[in-house]
């Protein structure tokens, strides 16, 4: 394939990863008057019939008692949960309102918060991109190619912490090396 056909493609590609359509069908999901997602129309209504929403179909509400049970409410809706517990907040850097498991996020349509570290290596011929490649047991992309380390931001934990933490067990980076990370 030619160099400007491959430029196409991923400009192509780009183009449709940046043209959802949001909130998409879904319902608007508040936590008072916070707006923290968008909810499927069949989770509101399981949600509903649970007596942690009211919706008045464009919008749904938690409860105040829903709160702190969001991860046991998906559990219920039949939502597999993966055992990682994510703050919700209205806005990344705002407070917490609650937490829920990481399997749920995208049924929620939270705000879910990642890290990602490439690493970049001088050598005298320039700068080099060090790649990491995904484990050939990986249930998600196989032996594909990935940044050197990422991972999401668990309830209580810092991006930075995260990081540490992530650059440890995927990449076997120690904690010094991996706090000279550059946030861009």
Not at 104 to 130: E, M, Q, T
Request: net charge positive; glycine share 12%; with cysteine.
């Amino acid at each position: 394939m030619a160099p400007d056909a491959r430029l196409a493609k991923l400009l192509n590609h780009i183009a449709a990863c940046h043209s959802a359509v949001l909130p998409g069908g879904r319902l608007a999901l508040y936590a008072g008057a916070d707006l923290i997602g968008y909810l499927k129309p069949d989770l509101a209504a399981r949600l509903t019939a649970a007596g942690a929403l009211s919706s008045d179909g464009k919008r749904a509400t938690l409860t105040k008692s829903a709160l702190p049970r969001l991860t046991g409410l998906a559990a219920a809706a039949g939502i597999r949960l993966r055992g990682e517990i994510f703050d919700v907040r209205a806005t990344v850097e705002g407070p917490v309102l609650a937490t829920l498991d990481r399997g749920a996020l995208p049924d929620f349509g939270v705000i879910g918060v990642g890290v990602h570290l490439n690493g970049l290596v001088r050598r005298a011929d320039g700068l080099h991109l060090w790649v990491g490649k995904r484990a050939a047991d990986k249930k998600l992309d196989p032996g594909k190619l990935d940044h050197l380390v990422a991972g999401g931001v668990p309830a209580g934990f810092s991006a930075l912490d995260t990081l540490i933490k992530e650059a440890e067990e995927e990449a076997s980076l120690p904690a010094e090396l991996a706090r000279q990370a550059v946030p861009i």
